[in-house]
């Protein structure tokens, strides 16, 4: 019989993000694991949506922008501008721009959209302001070994879907 997750037990699993459209926006094949109930983390409450289930269980959950953990748009991280202002190696949809604040915060920048010789930057994560349908499946539920406790107790911060 196949363990139950709970806290303790070192999970893996398999995952796929989709939106409202049903276009696939991250997935995993290969098994991402963690110590449930440990220092790591997965979003939008996927370690209670998994707690209680077994290898070979499937689970769907559906993640408004509030609790997904990338919040909602805001309009104030987007600004456009002309094109000749932003150095070359940064003139392309998907370029990653890092900006630092008068304040000394930093914040990665996308270039979303490029049209008529201006340049759009929004500070927002990818996935803000999205509805993501997550599906998961549980590969295996077992004791974690020695070393995965110690690589658990020095994560800050574990394997969240971005």
Same mark, same amino acid.
Do not use: K
């Given at each position: 019989m196949s363990e139950i997750i709970r806290n303790g037990k070192l999970v893996s699993l398999i995952y796929?993000? =989709?939106?409202?459209?049903?276009n696939i926006l991250e997935q995993s094949d290969l098994p991402v694991s963690y %110590?449930?109930?440990?220092?790591? @983390?997965l979003i939008g409450g996927m370690d209670q949506a998994v707690q209680g289930k077994q290898a070979g269980d499937e689970v769907e959950l559906e993640l408004t922008p509030e609790n997904s953990g990338f919040g909602t748009h805001d309009?104030?991280?987007?600004?456009?501008?002309? %094109?000749?202002n932003v150095p070359p190696e940064f003139r392309h949809v998907g370029a990653e721009?890092?900006?630092?604040? @008068?304040?000394?915060?930093?914040? %990665?920048?996308?270039?979303t959209r490029i049209s008529n010789g201006l340049l759009t930057l929004d500070g927002n994560h990818p996935l803000a302001g999205k509805r993501l349908f997550? =599906? %998961?499946?549980i =590969?295996?539920?077992?004791?974690?070994?020695?070393q995965e406790r110690l690589q658990d107790r020095g994560a800050q911060q574990g394997p969240t879907l971005h």
């Open positions: 796929s993000i =989709r939106d409202n459209a049903d %110590i449930h109930g440990g220092n790591n @983390e309009s104030l991280l987007t600004f456009t501008d002309d %094109i000749d721009v890092t900006m630092q604040s @008068e304040s000394g915060d930093t914040r %990665i920048f996308y270039v997550v =599906r %998961i499946r =590969r295996d539920v077992r004791d974690p070994t020695p």
